[in-house]
């Protein structure tokens, strides 16, 4: 069992930064793979961004490549999502999820290989 908090979300403008983080509680957070996805008004949560549970294969949305940095931190329990040049279509609830149960190198990018999932934090970008 794992227990994941985000933080860092909040309003900004557009072609602005922010850096989300996410807490995840449990003595195994190390050999989880770890995604971000968000989830607009009216809208089907989506994937954003994944990293293997050594850290060492990313995965990205076309819409943020190049925009957004997923990273982690084993050692502290904690993930990360910078996020730069943000867009108003950057607008959503962002949430932390966890997948158990995979290689050291594979990143997970559906919704349906995640068991565990955060509340979720706020991201707003005005235009």
């Known amino acids: 069992q794992v227990q994941l908090v985000e933080s860092g979300g909040g ?9 989300l983080s996410c807490a995840a509680s449990g003595r195994t957070f190390r050999t989880y793979a770890m995604g971000w996805f968000r989830q607009a008004p009216g ?10 549970w050594s850290g060492g294969r990313t995965a990205y949305a076309d819409s943020v490549k190049g925009r957004f940095t997923i990273s982690r931190d084993n050692a502290k329990n904690m993930v990360y999502l910078q996020m730069n ?3 108003p279509e950057d607008k959503a ?7 158990p149960g995979f290689s050291s190198i594979v990143v997970v990018t559906t919704k349906t290989g ?6 979720g ?3 707003t970008v005005s235009s």
Do not use: N, P
């Open 11 to 19: 309003l900004v403008q557009a072609g602005g930064s922010l850096r």
């Open 85 to 87: 040049s943000l867009k």
């Open 43 to 52: 809208k089907e949560r989506e994937f954003v961004a994944a990293i293997s």
């Open 121 to 123: 934090t706020q991201v």
């Open 114 to 119: 995640y068991d565990y999932w955060g509340q």
């Open 93 to 99: 609830v962002y949430y932390c999820a966890a997948a």
